[in-house]
């Protein structure tokens, strides 16, 4: 099985910085691509940040300049550097690791997600 499992949320003041981390672990063969995702009530979830194991990102674009993804292809870990934060990210922020495996397909797996809370 592959487990994944995130921390880091918490509370912070608008214009604070917070640095969300994720593992995977298990039995995991294939294509990697890590992202993290976020979802506020009321709210569908949206992608905010991945990165595939080429060191291709790609970001939502109200957090661009704002937010950082990192990953370690050896650890199967993946870092999401929060800075500048405004209340409108205030949301639950979750872990996803996409396994693609040529010739059979993908599977998604998701932490648990972490709240992430920006005060005005």
């Known amino acids: 099985q592959v487990q994944v499992v995130e921390s880091g949320g918490g509370l912070v003041e608008a214009g604070g910085s917070l640095r969300l981390s994720c593992v995977a672990s298990?039995?995991?063969?294939?294509?990697?691509?890590m992202g993290w995702y976020r979802q506020a009530p009321g709210r569908l979830r949206e992608l905010v940040a991945q990165?595939?194991?080429?060191?291709?990102?790609n970001y939502l674009d109200s957090v661009k300049g704002r937010f950082t993804i990192s990953r370690d292809n050896n650890k199967n870990t993946v870092d999401l550097q929060m800075n500048s934060l405004k209340p409108e990210d205030t949301a639950v922020y979750y872990c996803?690791?996409?396994?693609?495996?040529?010739?059979?397909?993908?599977?998604?797996?998701w932490g648990q997600g972490t709240q992430v809370t920006v005060s005005s």
């Open positions: 996803k690791v996409a396994v693609h495996r040529v010739g059979i397909g993908e599977f998604d797996y």
């Open positions: 990165v595939q194991s080429s060191g291709y990102t």
């Open positions: 298990g039995t995991i063969s294939g294509f990697l691509i």
